[in-house]
Structure formats: C-alpha cells, structure tokens
C-alpha cells in the first residue's frame, strides 16, 4: 500500500497536485486495531468486514478533508 501511496504522491507532486493522504486520519481512530465482533457488526471505527467505515469515521474524513481544502484552497467549508 504505502508503494501506491508513494506513487500517487509523486506524480500528483509532478503535476503541482495536492493529495488528501487519509492515512493521518486512519492512524487517529480509537480502538486500532478494530476488531468488530458479531454481536457488534459496526465498532467505531469499521463494520465487521474490516474495510468499510462506520458513519463516525465517514464524519471523521469529512471533517479532515473540509479542513484541509479550507487550508490549502481559502475556502470556508464547514468543519463543524
């Protein structure tokens, strides 16, 4: 993975692109590692499968990402 992060840093970087790296908000989350349990599909962080966020982390991302256009492009999303 980190070899595709690589990349991508690199040729958005080659481009005067900006990249959105979720890997800062990942390495946040409580409870990592997550193990959901089957009585408890949805932990707080990812659903029992281990890939897909739980609406408190989809939030999460959505409030790092509004502040990171905020910062790199003067807007003023909302971060509530």
Known sequence: MEGY???????????????????????????????PSAS??????????????SASTHRRFAFELARFINANFGTNLRTW
Request: aromatic residues 6%; proline residues 7%; positive net charge.
């Open 40 to 53: 408890a599909p949805f932990g707080s962080s990812f659903s029992l499968d281990g890939v897909h966020p």
């Open 5 to 35: 992060n690589a990349t991508i840093r690199e040729l958005a970087a080659a481009r005067g692109m900006l990249v959105f790296d979720v890997n800062g908000v990942l390495a946040q989350l409580r409870g990592r590692p997550l193990i």
